[in-house]
């Protein structure tokens, strides 16, 4: 038996989901930066003065350190501390959907495990989309959130391709009538091209615009995207598809279920 001490790792995390283990403990699904994806036990975090019980809310970005034992499935959270808490501050609705539901589409979306391209610099898509989310001068949390749709599709190779017909490519402007929206073929599609199954979908040519911007990373949503709920809808439903098309098991995140229900509701 070795008596070197375990490596410790410290490194910022996000805090995916929380779950509870035996009679005291917690069990943590984590998003590091630098380790990706880790699991961690959290010995009897659920005692009410425990200092590992404020580094395992979901939500928060945090600095912790754990035991690094690959051999393991489950590593042993030491200690660390919180670095944002945007749940805490009593957020809006909106907000707190959207956060919930980016935890949730990014713990089911994970980059298979050999895709180390896909995870490296994941959490810092994942933080820059939560402090801007927490930030007075956010801008649509709802736009904010399709950007990271869309940045976890680019870093898998599977963003929508808007530029051109994604079955021929012809480009976009140059494709007779107005381009459908087609999840199987890949993204935008001539009538050709998407006739062939029942994935197609009409766009918008304000739709468009907002797809393609998306595809050019623009941090600031289109105008009509802040007036017009018909639009929102129309690329979240885009997107939403897409997801569902192309990574395996995925479902629109319970919490946007919840937002939705609160809109109908109010
Ligand atoms: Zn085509």
């Given amino acids: 038996m070795s008596l070197l001490p375990r490596p410790t790792a410290h490194t910022d995390a996000l805090v995916l989901r929380t779950w509870p283990c035996g009679e005291t403990s917690a069990v943590a699904s984590l998003l590091t930066r630098e380790h990706g994806f ?25 600095e912790v350190e754990f035991a690094l034992d690959p051999a393991r499935e489950l590593q042993y959270l030491r200690g660390g501390s919180v670095l944002l808490d945007s749940l805490g501050a009593e957020p809006s609705l909106e907000r707190s959907a959207y956060l919930l539901a980016a935890l949730e589409l990014v713990d089911r979306c994970r980059p298979a495990a050999g895709m180390s391209a896909a995870q490296s610099g994941l959490f810092d898509v994942c933080e820059e989309f939560i402090r801007v989310l927490d930030s007075p001068t956010c801008p649509q949390p709802a736009w904010l959130f399709f950007r990271l749709e869309w940045r976890l599709l680019e870093r898998q ?63 600031e949503p289109p105008a009509r995207f802040e007036t017009s709920a018909a639009l ?35």
């Fill in 157 to 219: 190779g599977l963003a929508p391709r808007i530029e051109a017909c994604a079955g021929c490519g012809t480009a976009v402007g140059e494709i007779a009538g107005a381009p459908w929206f087609d999840a199987g073929e890949g993204g935008l599609a001539c009538s050709d091209c998407a006739a062939g199954d029942g994935d197609r979908r009409s766009l918008s040519g304000d739709a468009l615009a907002g797809l393609q911007d998306l595809d050019a990373g623009r941090p």
């Fill in 38 to 62: 880790v699991k961690v036990i959290a010995k009897a975090a659920r005692r009410p003065r425990s200092r590992l019980r404020p580094l395992i809310e979901p939500g928060r970005l945090v």
């Fill in 232 to 266: 929102r809808r129309e690329i979240g439903g885009h997107l939403h598809r897409f997801l569902g098309y192309h990574l395996p098991g995925y479902r629109l995140p319970t919490a946007l279920d919840l937002l939705r229900a609160g809109k109908d509701g109010g």
